[in-house]
């Protein structure tokens, strides 16, 4: 009995390592959009990235000056560029940032991982940011407010089943960069991921296994 359970959770084990290892990552930069406080069409990474972004209340830009006292400091996490929703120069509207399978908005899509840098623009204040992570059905996923206080923040969220997240920043002017997200999956063939199916099925085997064994004479 001993040698069956310590096969079981090796081979366990090796399926879910593989499966992370497998999970492809996508990056966006945003270092392709080139000028300062360029505005920027909210389709743009939508046909060959799967990804969407939303301006709630105005328009998206891109910032590229990194130049010092005016942001250079924390805005050059990955490159030159990062976007932000308002008006030229203020960042303070919302935005949305959903996936769909495919480059199909008829199609949702979703993803179990996310990550992304909140970029302050110089500011040294302490106002609060919100994000909001959710499902296909719009259902709060995940949570959170914080602050940049002139720093970039990292966000990172692991959870199943993400359909989008909406960022609204504080009166400090913030915005994204350095957007990171798991391969993207078409919702209605997406439940339950596949590492944590294989351990139930191998929790319910090895229940069986253990059943059988006491029951022997």
């Given at each position: 009995m001993k040698k069956i359970f310590t096969v079981?959770?090796?081979?366990?084990?090796?399926?879910l390592i593989s499966s992370h290892a497998c999970a492809a990552l996508v990056s966006l930069d945003f270092d392709d959009i080139t000028g300062n406080n360029v505005l920027w069409q909210?389709?743009?990474?939508?046909?060959?990235?799967?990804v969407l972004f939303q301006a709630n209340d105005a328009d998206l830009y891109a910032y590229d000056d990194p130049s010092p006292g005016h942001g250079g400091e924390n805005v050059a996490t990955s490159g030159l560029s990062y976007i932000y929703?308002?008006?030229?120069?203020?960042?303070?509207?919302?935005?949305?940032?959903?996936?769909f399978d495919q480059g199909n908005l008829d199609s949702f899509g979703v993803t179990n991982f996310l990550q992304f840098d909140v970029v302050d623009y110089a500011s040294e204040n302490t106002a609060l940011w919100s994000y909001r992570v959710f499902d296909i059905n719009g259902d709060t996923l995940f949570s959170e407010t914080g602050t940049a206080s002139g720093e970039t923040v990292q966000i990172s969220t692991n959870i199943p089943l993400i359909h989008g997240f909406t960022f609204t920043p504080?009166?400090?002017?913030?915005?994204?960069d350095s957007f990171v997200f798991e391969?993207?999956?078409?919702?209605?063939?997406?439940?339950?991921?596949?590492p944590v199916t294989a351990l139930l099925f191998g929790l319910g085997a090895l229940g069986l296994l253990t059943k059988r064994k006491l029951s022997s004479p």
């Amino acid at each position: 009995m001993k040698k069956i359970f310590t096969v079981f959770i090796i081979t366990l084990c090796n399926l879910l390592i593989s499966s992370h290892a497998c999970a492809a990552l996508v990056s966006l930069d945003f270092d392709d959009i080139t000028g300062n406080n360029v505005l920027w069409q909210s389709d743009r990474y939508l046909a060959n990235k799967e990804v969407l972004f939303q301006a709630n209340d105005a328009d998206l830009y891109a910032y590229d000056d990194p130049s010092p006292g005016h942001g250079g400091e924390n805005v050059a996490t990955s490159g030159l560029s990062y976007i932000y929703s308002g008006t030229p120069g203020h960042g303070n509207s919302a935005i949305t940032v959903t996936f769909f399978d495919q480059g199909n908005l008829d199609s949702f899509g979703v993803t179990n991982f996310l990550q992304f840098d909140v970029v302050d623009y110089a500011s040294e204040n302490t106002a609060l940011w919100s994000y909001r992570v959710f499902d296909i059905n719009g259902d709060t996923l995940f949570s959170e407010t914080g602050t940049a206080s002139g720093e970039t923040v990292q966000i990172s969220t692991n959870i199943p089943l993400i359909h989008g997240f909406t960022f609204t920043p504080s009166i400090d002017t913030e915005g994204l960069d350095s957007f990171v997200f798991e391969n993207v999956t078409a919702a209605n063939s997406a439940s339950v991921p596949e590492p944590v199916t294989a351990l139930l099925f191998g929790l319910g085997a090895l229940g069986l296994l253990t059943k059988r064994k006491l029951s022997s004479p």
